[in-house]
């Protein structure tokens, strides 16, 4: 193994030599080799840049040293509150994987929303001399970004803001998996979504359960595959104050009092789906028997029913890998990176139920 | 509202004086104002102390100062996987809001067990002034302390080391009271345990899933409370790899398979009392009215299953809240400061079924 402090002498390889070699973009050579999917290279251009980086000696630590040079080797991870709520935390284990192999280390502070808390954080840590910001937030949300984090290198984990390089969920494309899970399985026209802004949300950025972005993209997604499909929603059941399982089990109990019978139930995020669950418990109603049930978020929920939750989940680990990537290497995107939400295959989607 | 800053030149008020005005020890008066409720102060003594302090001017962010005097005004706590799952952040939020009161910073830093990675962190915040440390552990257990950690004041975290100050969960007890409510229901001879050490453990610091002082000390606790009614465990249901909800729901249908009728089951942790659920309703048991369940954490899944699981929950915002508080104000305590754990009832006891 290498000395970790690269003493020895040999002249750095830079990502520019590298795409020459491959004869790709300068551009093009940081997505391959930082594991990007969202560019359309081709998996030969991509193993070209690969081969061409091994054989000029070109490492994720080489590249991670650029950051490093004359500098603390520690990058900072600043949030509103990941650090001190059990949401979204694979996103700081994500960042800490990239840079350890990079020997970088990563100090956590969270804000709990405060912009004054904020600015001195960021002072604090300016005055300690770290290479780097990732600015992160536990919701999807546009953020405008303080101005201190401009003093050093920023990538935006988790939230986005124009003109900086930033690493985002594609929840839109959640919406179209969801929507297509249900339709591959044959629902079509009593699909049915669980989850609203609460009345009075004002999409500032309050933390306690809802994601404008995640809503708003999540629900165009769906709509959009439905309507790709030639249906529609039957209809939204909207929530009162949170997205928690008891909001979920009161919104479908609504639901179905008022005497709707939906085949499918696309719930917010999975906290909704499990209160969904209990309202149709109460009713008889069996999953995915009578009504099939999916969420979103790919939370430990998903396994604490029976049967298992079908669910559309949040990559936060691959989105914190991602961004500390970015970080290290320098990220020349000028729109935000989104990163693809896997679905997670439960036992909660079924054909629908014959009708009467 | 004072200055942040306490420029006002007023002298500062010691505990010291606070304890002489009430007629009590240092430490005695240090514990009343911390809300320490392990030594056996008494309640009168408590407000003695309070009301001494009020009248002195003294005040938290006055003996915050001390630690901070000339220093940097952060602290850091280090931990091997707390800021990077989704457990036991409560731990952090806690200590948040107590040196947010003191106008403290706090960086959060993970080392994911490697002993290299702590190194380089600690002397890292060292170089960088940190004013002390919250040395913390994402499982309750004994830790060797790194030497690096006693260059600056130093409280532990939900672990524990010979001679210094140390807050953990009072697991024993929290056993006791799983026994207490079940005892309470009328429960007596057929009372299960779910969970043990999975082969091969051997009791080193492992993480993903068992806690060595949680399981012994519960376990006695539980042990203790059934002796002192005059009866016992009537067996433990063993698992097999780690205490989730695979597990749990596998070594209830083996205890089931096994011909065993439990009136009531103790799991190790609420992740076991989920799958005890799921493997209860697939052999047509309901809980409560056939068997009674509770766990303990206290966690979201207790909500994610119906009826909702009663647990007796690791009060982590509370271990922070007090570890930090020690910190501000110096701990003169030799042995570990142990936090109760709460019951927080859901509606999974009953009276045990009749017996035919």
């Known amino acids: 193994m290498a000395s970790s402090d690269g003493q020895g002498g040999s002249r750095r390889v830079t990502l520019t030599e590298v795409a020459r070699r491959a004869g790709v973009s300068r551009s093009a050579a940081s997505f391959a080799l930082n594991g990007r999917t969202d560019l359309r290279i081709s998996e030969e251009t991509s193993a070209r840049v690969r081969r061409a980086a091994e054989e000029l000696g ?9 950051l490093r040079t004359g500098k603390s080797g ?11 709520t059990s949401f979204a935390n694979a996103m700081v284990r994500g960042a800490l994987q990239t840079l350890r192999d990079a020997d970088t280390l990563l100090y956590t502070v969270d804000t709990q929303g405060d912009p004054d808390v904020e600015a001195k954080l960021l002072q604090n840590l300016l005055d300690r001399d770290v290479d780097g910001f990732l600015y992160a937030s536990m919701f999807t949300r546009q953020v405008d970004v303080p101005p201190l984090t401009r003093n050093a290198p920023l990538v935006l984990l988790n939230c986005a803001s124009p003109d900086i390089p930033a690493v ?21 026209d009593a699909i049915w979504f669980v989850g609203s802004f609460p009345p009075g949300f004002t999409g500032a950025a309050v933390w306690n359960g809802w994601s404008p972005l995640a809503l708003t993209e999540r629900l165009d997604g769906i709509q959009a595959r439905l309507a790709a499909a030639g249906t529609a929603l039957a209809g939204t059941a909207p929530i ?20 709707a019978r939906p085949s499918a ?10 209160g969904a669950y209990h ?18 978020d790919g939370s430990a929920l998903t396994q604490a029913v029976l049967p298992r939750l079908t669910s559309v989940a949040l990559p936060y680990e691959e989105l914190g890998r991602i961004a500390a990537g970015m970080l290290l290497q320098g990220d020349p995107a000028s729109r935000p990176h989104r990163v693809p939400m896997p679905l997670v295959p439960g036992a909660s989607i079924a054909s629908p139920a014959p009708r009467d």
């Open 265 to 274: 139930l696309i719930c917010a995020n999975d906290a909704l789906a499990v």
């Open 279 to 296: 309202a149709l418990s109460v009713a008889a109603l069996q999953v995915p028997e009578d009504v099939s049930v999916i969420g979103f």
């Open 240 to 259: 009162e104050t949170d997205w928690d399982v008891e909001n979920g089990r009161a919104a479908v109990t609504r639901l179905l009092g008022s005497g």
């Open 74 to 84: 520690t990058v900072a991870l600043i949030s509103d509150f990941i650090g001190t």
């Open 58 to 66: 070109y490492s994720p630590n080489t590249t991670a040293r650029t």
């Open 168 to 188: 985002i969920p594609d929840e839109r494309g959640a919406g179209e998996t969801a929507a297509a899970a249900l339709l591959d399985a044959g629902h079509r």
